[in-house]
């Protein structure tokens, strides 16, 4: 069995010093060391040999909180390891004290094309970090070659007009990554925030719905329509993607900030739809008469078919192992809930006879956050308002 981890990580914003991201938002190069320290420490507790970020301006600054990670790493390896010349050196318990450092792995780094470049309109983009490195180049996704139109129809059947994607908000990051005799296709996406996309009319300095002196609960409530519709067709274009690999016989893991818990419509959109319990009882699609439902055979044959189409989350299958109820990744406004997800393709579940490995483990790093409405939250720019999730996986050989 070959042993490797994988983990998804949003940041909060990584950038250098001096630098205004957003309206009015900047680092301090105190404030800057604080941020690269704790991410540092973050990844050196991790010590995983995949990560995806989330929310990275700047390759050069993602760079340098590897590097820390990796002198931190060394220092405690200098304190904890014991030097070669002794007997015991082999034993278990001081490999798994051991931190392997990233100085070969590969890094892919996917920048926003919404990306302005000027003070405070910068747009993130997301990463993947590979001490396996990678199969080929790693594949940028986010202008899409031909729009996406998604056409509605009123309940008379008549034309309803269409919601058009042309980009998404954020890149998805599409890597292939050897891990011992098996590649694996890795997906690091981030989808539209819940936060409203409200319409500001021409010459405006803001919408009027981001007033909140002067409160339209109508109009917020279409500004998350919109988001949410946004959120759902970036979705259908990373399930796209996802099911072009399946149909390669690609082993797929996708990870990343899905904005939507495991059980919401995004989410469902990205791992595949759920198999009927039994298809033999539904009339067929092109039924006849009131008994021409599916035989047997076609039932078998269809469950296969969503089946293998399907992603399971980590964490649903932790949850099931570990009998707790509960997992949050995320904390805002008093709402805790799990928006970070890794999903894997039927090659590593539990239940599939033939399957190539599965998890052992998964784990989430969460003691850091802080609620928005705290009143230490202003620094919780300094670490991120995310926990940081990680599957521990083994694969045959």
Known sequence: MTRFTIASFNVKNLIGPDQEYYQFQTYTPEEYAWKEDWMAQQIFSMDADIIGFQE?????????VVAEADRIGQESNDAVLPSKTKSYRKKAIFRKLGYDSYRDAGLAFAPNVNDTGLPGQRRPGLAILSRHGFVGTP????QLDEPLEIPFRDLTGEDAGSYRLTRTSRPILKARVPVGNTVITVFNCHLKSKLGEFAKAPGADFAPEADLTHYDPVGRALGALRAATRRMAEAWVLRREIVAELEQGHPVMVLGDFNDGEHAVSSEIISGEQPFRNYAWMLRHDAKDHNDRYSKEENTAITNAVLSHRLTSAESLFVR???????YTSAFGGVYESLDQIYM????HPDNADRIGEMEYFSVFNDHLTDGSHAEAPYNKLASDHGQVMAHMQIKD
């Open 345 to 348: 393709s039927r090659h590593f």
């Open 139 to 142: 594949e940028v996704i986010q």
């Open 321 to 327: 192992k570990s009998l707790r109820d509960m997992i």
């Open 56 to 64: 990275i301006f700047e390759e050069k600054a993602l760079r340098d």
